[in-house]
């Protein structure tokens, strides 16, 4: 049973494009999670909502939109591809944002722009 | 600001050796410190997790230590084996301006067999 799962595992898309990642967690977690990978393996956390609400917007530009339509979920929009897009983005979840709490991750979306 | 900073970047040890990853982080300020392990192309995968007022945790041949008030984190692998390769990731959860996650850089692990 895959506890945070990510969809699609592999992106390739043209630059200008729109395009989505899906996220679910079967674990009950209040809280979600995205992270960036750069091509340095540097992991960044990009936002995190808990129980439906933004509580971790990082200074990312505003072509990304994470959407949350249930606590089990977490998906992510981004508008107007750019090269620099380009990276592997990791959802994660843990019980509730604060101390104490494991995050468990999914397994990654390589997003690739042309 | 939190930094957090992962010696050596790179280590490759033969078979059977003990071995210790660091992990450094600025500001003691934090909720707990976890190690996670990344395979090429895969995901991270959960080692142990350290709240901020304990001072290590234990699992199986992995052995983590926490001391907050010098910012440092090792992990020790005891008779290290060639399925331990990976990179290894240390992260500190903030208990300041919000609950985010910094994560090091990592720490690429090779053993020979």
């Known amino acids: 049973d895959t506890a945070v799962s990510q969809t699609p595992k592999y992106l390739v898309t043209q630059m200008g494009n729109d395009k989505s990642i899906k996220c679910e967690q079967n674990l009950g977690h209040d809280t979600m999670y995205w992270y960036k990978q750069d091509s340095k393996k540097f992991l960044k956390i990009m936002f995190s909502?808990?129980?439906?609400?933004?509580?971790i917007n990082e200074t990312v530009p505003n072509r990304f939109s994470p959407k949350s339509p249930d606590k089990a979920h977490l998906n992510l929009h981004i508008n107007s591809l750019e090269l620099g897009d380009s990276a592997v983005y990791f959802c994660a979840s843990s019980r509730t944002p604060g101390a104490g709490n494991e995050q468990f991750f999914g397994p990654g979306t390589r997003l690739t722009v042309l | 600001k939190q930094e957090v900073t992962q010696i050596p970047a790179a280590l490759s040890v033969p078979e059977g050796e003990n071995l210790v990853l660091n992990c450094s982080f600025t500001d003691s300020a934090i909720y707990n410190l976890q190690w996670f392990r990344q395979d090429p192309g895969k995901g991270l995968t959960s080692l142990l997790l350290i709240q901020s007022s304990q001072r290590e945790q234990t699992s199986g041949r992995l052995n983590a230590s926490l001391d907050k008030s010098s910012g440092r984190s090792t992990l020790y692998i005891a008779a290290s084996q060639p399925g331990d390769s990976a990179t290894y990731l240390c992260?500190?959860?903030?208990?300041?301006?919000?609950?985010?996650?910094?994560f090091g850089a990592g720490t690429r692990l090779f053993v020979k067999a």
């Open positions: 909502y808990n129980n439906k609400e933004l509580i």
């Open positions: 992260a500190v959860k903030r208990n300041t301006g919000g609950f985010k996650t910094i």
